[in-house]
């Protein structure tokens, strides 16, 4: 492991002062062009210098003929060329003495015969020159905080606590929105390509230093360095969680073995084991992935198993009820401290059980702050499962059935609002156990929205919030079994 | 990860009766070790397996079972002989001298294939089966396999792997992932499974695996669990590269 994140080779890569860009041009419609106009639309604050043979302004930067008139030696080389004459680019890179590099070009070991020889050729190269890059056939790197974004679409939303290693560079690009719909970003996220040189071990060492990193998130087709990956997630786990995606499991893979053991041996099971040992969470889709970084990333305090819910419709919540039962949760009673406090609280209609049902009380802001206060305090469960219903339109005309002006509802409803949220975040903040929200408003709804801008997990639909409190339950095991190990030798 | 290992005297011992065994195996151009010689290497690394003799002849065998006492089971021996329970030459549950001298005859007449001889061995008790298995990965390397075991195995395909090495927690953890993780359990009227003896045998067959380069799969099944909780390797096949 690397002691700090300025030893890995993906520092520079990820947070560079300075990035030569070769192909991009003045026509907009290629790849290196589009790649340019993403790292200027973000605001980048460093030195880029275009490299192109003819044009003196690339996008209205000052181009140059060649690397090797360039004033300064850049941090960072990113090349977009036709596959032919990336080798000859990366050996001028490095005579320049560049000692980092994004290829994006692709054509090399995906596509086989020729591309595995163009390969091995380009990593001749790099190996002459000490050059450490990430791809070919990547889409590169994005750091928001540092404004630096080299893949296709325009990074949108803040900077998050997610880092990121990907064998699609779809699942960074292309996931921008995604994340900034539910005020989540990216800390780092790399495009990992054909892992010619720099691979996703090498992703998770730096992930794993960076600060900025709450939860390391992997999409994977095929792990390369195996032994080396299971043995740095396992020193990262106590520190960081490590949720992975994997895709390429299907059993038709499976090699033909003489041995049971070996016809078995289909690589998911395999990936699951592995997985397991590594002390990684395994999602079962990219959404999966994303609801469970998220929850990891915010959680205070640790995961149990044991779950209270609070929700004032019966439906919703014995479906939440269910969801826990099938996901090996459990609903503990609640202890008479806890139904001494409640009792006062809740309508002679409610049930005082788990899940607590408040139906409709008398103090609509005891939902919202005294209840999950006592829910929160409670010894026999681990976290709380909060239902939020109440769409904002719906408040409002409760207001003027309750005979309030309308004008005076125009300055209510913002008020209440502003008093539900702060509830919420002040007991999420000062609790030491998770909360996790579920419902079925939009994720635009008022509320919710603010909410979730605020950093409170909020699913659509309670079998997604379930999951996530699984998985944290899972992290807290895993860690725990790692640490145990650690002490034992 | 570093598995805890018997003293540096008792490993080189081990490793060279393992080395021997292989290496003869293969003069002798194997691919696989017969079941006596798969389960010889077992229990150089402290698996424990059945109690049993390799006869040659139908005296030999009735005196092996007598010695190790009714019933027992009857098995043709051969490191050609890779399922043998697909080609009718094992003979269950014999409980007299006069069962073994006919199981021999037939075993020795219905399998074609050029026998080492025919195998004495105690009939282990109990319902509950487990498989244990070793596969080398391109990436991971040498991969351990728990799963339920017997004849169902691949019916239930309910299996786990771990990169070898591992430890006594690691080794734990994988019978917490099993499906059927209850078999391990007490089940009518029977024991929980002696888990120390299973954990220590996951990490022995992952030794193997990093050990003795020439394994190149490895199966353990079923590994028995008896009904007071004990296992027992019942039948194991070494393939070697």
Known sequence: ?489 | MTPPNGSKAMTLKKDKQADDLIRSALKREQRALSEYESKKLLSLYGIPVTREQLSRSAGEAVSAAAEIGFPVVLKACSPELMHKSEHGSIELNLRSEGDVREAYGRIVGSVELELDGVLVQEMVPGQRELVIGLTRDPQFGPCVMLGIGGTMTEVFQDTVFRMAPFDMTEANDMTEELRFKKILGAFRGQKPVDMDTLCRALIAVGQIGLELEAVSELDINPLIIMPEGRVKAVDALVVLK
């Not at chain 1, 080389?77 to 070009?105: N, Q, Y």
């Not at chain 1, 390509?193 to 060492?205: K, P, Q, S, T, Y």
């Not at chain 1, 929700?311 to 479906?319: D, L, Q, R, V």
């Not at chain 1, 219903?389 to 008020?415: C, F, Q, W, Y």
């Open chain 1, 1 to 489: 492991m690397i002691e700090s994140i300025k030893d890995s080779p993906l520092y520079p890569i990820a947070n560079p002062k300075s990035i030569a860009i070769f192909g991009a041009s003045n026509k907009v419609t290629t790849m290196g062009t589009g790649l340019l106009g993403s790292i200027l639309d973000l605001g980048f604050e460093g030195e880029i210098y275009p490299i192109h043979p003819k044009e003196d302004q690339v996008l209205n930067l000052k181009a140059y003929r060649s690397v090797l008139d360039l004033p300064t030696v850049p941090d960072v080389a990113l090349i977009v060329l036709p596959t032919r004459i990336v080798s000859e680019t990366m050996d001028a890179c490095g005579r320049k003495g560049i000692k980092h590099a994004i290829v994006i070009s692709g054509g090399f070991k995906e596509v086989g015969n020729e591309g595995v020889t163009l390969e091995k050729e380009l990593v001749a190269v790099a190996n002459k020159h000490g050059i450490r890059f990430l791809g070919p056939n990547c889409i590169g790197v994005t750091t928001p905080r540092h404004k630096l974004n080299t893949t296709f679409m325009t990074y949108e939303g803040a900077p998050g606590f997610i880092g990121m290693a990907s064998q699609s560079g779809s699942f960074v690009t292309q996931m921008f929105n995604y994340l900034s719909r539910h005020a989540l970003g990216f800390s780092t996220a790399f495009s990992v390509g054909n892992e010619a040189n720099i691979d996703i071990v090498d992703c998770l060492e730096y992930l794993s230093a960076c600060p900025d990193t709450k939860v390391i998130a992997l999409y994977i087709e095929g792990i390369r360095r195996g032994r080396a990956f299971v043995e740095t997630a396992r020193s990262i786990v106590p520190k960081k969680p490590i949720v992975a995606h994997y895709v390429g499991g299907s059993e038709t893979g499976r090699r033909a073995g003489l041995s049971h053991t070996g016809a078995l041996a289909g690589p998911d099971r395999l990936y699951d084991g592995m997985f397991r040992q590594s002390g990684i969470i395994r999602a079962q889709s990219i959404i999966e992935l994303f609801d469970i970084c998220w929850m990891l990333g915010s959680l205070h305090g640790d995961a149990g198993r044991r779950v209270v819910i609070q929700t004032h419709s019966g439906g919703p919540g014995a479906e939440a009820a269910d969801a826990c039962g099938r996901s090996g949760l459990e609903l503990p009673s609640l202890s008479s401290e806890t139904i001494k406090k409640l009792s006062p609280l809740i309508p002679h209609t409610a049930s005082i059980g788990n899940p607590v049902d408040f139906t409709f009380g008398k103090n609509l802001m005891d939902y919202f702050s005294t209840i999950p206060e006592v829910l929160l305090e409670e010894k026999n469960a681990d976290v709380l499962l909060y239902y939020f219903s109440m769409p904002n339109r719906t408040l409002e005309r409760m207001l003027k059935h309750m005979g309030v002006p309308s004008d005076e509802i125009a300055a209510l409803a913002p008020e209440l609002l502003d008093a539900q949220c702060e509830a919420i975040i002040n007991l999420v903040e000062t609790g030491h156990k998770p909360f996790v929200g579920y419902t079925f408003q939009s994720i635009y709804d008022k509320l919710v929205r603010r909410l979730v801008e605020r950093g409170i997990p909020i699913f659509q639909g309670p079998q997604r919030a379930v999951r996530v409190i699984q998985a944290a339950f899972q992290y807290t095991q895993l860690r725990d079994k790692i640490l145990s190990a650690v002490s034992q030798e």
